[in-house]
């Protein structure tokens, strides 16, 4: 099975914040599609990364 580790790297009044989850490639390219979109629109400031590997594991 295929999975992605997804990394969010935003920031919020100017503090950074990161978060990593392990999730499917459609839920991790969806959610970069969002940010992208709320980059655009000025709503957000952050990126998605998608990394994918068969038989992923993080702990």
């Not at 009044?13 to 459609?26: D, H, I, T, W």
């Amino acid at each position: 099975m295929i999975k992605a580790l997804m990394i969010i790297i935003t920031s919020i009044n100017a503090n950074p914040q990161a978060q990593a989850l392990l999730v499917s490639p459609m839920e991790c390219a969806e959610a970069a599609e969002d940010m992208a979109l709320a980059v655009e629109a000025g709503k957000a400031e952050g990126v998605v990364l998608c990394l994918y590997e068969e038989d992923l594991s993080y702990e």
